[in-house]
Every structure is written in structure tokens, then in C-alpha cells.
């Protein structure tokens, strides 16, 4: 069976830190793009990070460049997302996704939810202030 699982997510304190991670089955990792996605209450989805692992090449979105690190574990065909310097607006369910078309900039996720071969499940980041 393919699977994404989603985890890592908790309550931080603004400034804190937490790492999700994104475990991969079922499929061959190293030909895919895996991206995150958050939606926070009443917000639209909105793409944050993505990482190709056949070459950990990565992609963010400027709200959290220099703050989130996403990286992979080939052996373990898990993605990271490390994610500092939280902010209260950072707060939002987290998802991971995989698709076979790789990611080279913010345009990939842009597809219809339907169009991305694999999600995950949901883990929740809130941060309180």
C-alpha cells in the first residue's frame, strides 16, 4: 500500500521549534517531489516548502525562508521539515504530499489537490504567543 505519514506536529511557543516528518511507502521515493502544505482555520491551503530527494534540491515560500529547513533521509525515504523561529501565524494543519512531477519553484503547488499523486495525513502546529 502507498502511504504518507505525517507526523512531528505539537503546541510550541513563539520562537520554538518543532520538526514534522513525512514517511514514504509504497512507492519509489527518489522519483517523486514531496511538498508540505498548511491550511490554518478559515485560510485557503497554502503551500510552504518542497524538496526533490533524488537531489535535495528544496523550494520555500518566502513567509518561511530562512526559518524552515526541509531535508531528506533516502534510506529511510522520510522527508523533514524543520521548522524555527515559529511564529503564532505559522499555526495551521500541516500535510505532505508527493508527486512525480518535481519541484523547482512555488508553481508545483499550485496543482488541484486531486492532481498530487499521494497526501498525507494532517499534523497540527500551534504556536501560542
Known amino acids: 500500500d502507498v502511504q504518507l505519514q505525517a507526523s512531528g506536529g505539537g503546541l510550541v511557543q513563539a520562537g520554538g521549534s518543532l520538526r514534522l516528518s513525512c514517511a514514504a511507502s509504497g512507492f519509489t521515493f527518489d522519483d517523486y517531489a514531496i511538498g508540505w502544505f498548511r491550511q490554518a482555520p478559515g485560510k485557503e491551503r497554502e503551500g510552504v516548502s518542497c524538496?526533490?530527494?533524488?537531489?535535495?534540491?528544496?523550494y520555500y515560500v518566502d513567509s518561511v525562508k530562512g526559518r524552515f529547513t526541509a531535508s531528506s533521509d533516502n534510506a529511510k525515504n522520510t522527508v523533514y521539515l524543520q521548522m524555527n523561529s515559529l511564529k503564532p501565524e505559522d499555526t495551521a494543519v500541516y500535510y505532505c504530499?508527493?508527486?512525480?512531477?518535481?519541484?523547482?519553484?512555488?508553481?508545483?503547488?499550485?496543482?488541484?489537490?486531486?492532481?498530487?499523486?499521494?497526501w498525507g495525513q494532517g499534523t497540527l502546529v500551534t504556536v501560542s504567543s
Open positions: 524538496i526533490n530527494p533524488s537531489d535535495g534540491s528544496t
Open positions: 504530499a508527493a508527486d512525480s512531477a518535481l519541484c523547482y519553484g512555488g508553481s508545483w503547488f499550485t496543482y488541484p489537490s486531486l492532481a498530487y499523486n499521494y
